[in-house]
């Protein structure tokens, strides 16, 4: 059974910074695309940032420069590390993975709240 167990969202000031952290079970996070999703109220979810198996990472254009995609193979744990943050920022933050593409994961984490006021 997978489980994406996400936690670190809470309420910060612009230009404030947060950590997210997935931890995963009954997957390797190493040999999956790993991805964190966001959506903000009345948005569609969107793909933040993604690192595949072989470590190469991308990002939405919207964050690059301030967040930053990581994964601890021992902890089979991935983070988002977001500083500079801003009001659009605010969202619910899902971690994802899947086998070959992040573009459809194939298991969700249930969310964390982040909000960011100005």
């Known amino acids: 059974q997978v489980q994406l167990v996400e936690s670190g969202g809470g309420l910060v000031q612009a230009g404030g910074s947060l950590r997210l952290s997935c931890a995963a079970s009954?997957?390797?996070?190493?040999?999956?695309?790993m991805g964190w999703y966001r959506q903000a109220p009345g948005k569609q979810r969107e793909l933040v940032a993604s690192?595949?198996?072989?470590?190469?990472?991308n990002y939405a254009d919207s964050v690059k420069g301030r967040f930053t995609i990581s994964r601890d193979n021992a902890k089979n744990t991935v983070y988002l590390q977001m500083n500079s943050l801003k009001p659009e920022d605010t969202a619910v933050y899902y971690c994802?993975?899947?086998?070959?593409?992040?573009?459809?994961?194939?298991?969700w984490g249930q969310g964390t709240q982040v909000t960011v006021s100005s």
């Open positions: 690192v595949g198996s072989g470590g190469s990472t």
């Open positions: 994802a993975t899947a086998p070959f593409t992040i573009a459809t994961p194939r298991f």
């Open positions: 009954g997957i390797i996070v190493s040999i999956n695309v």
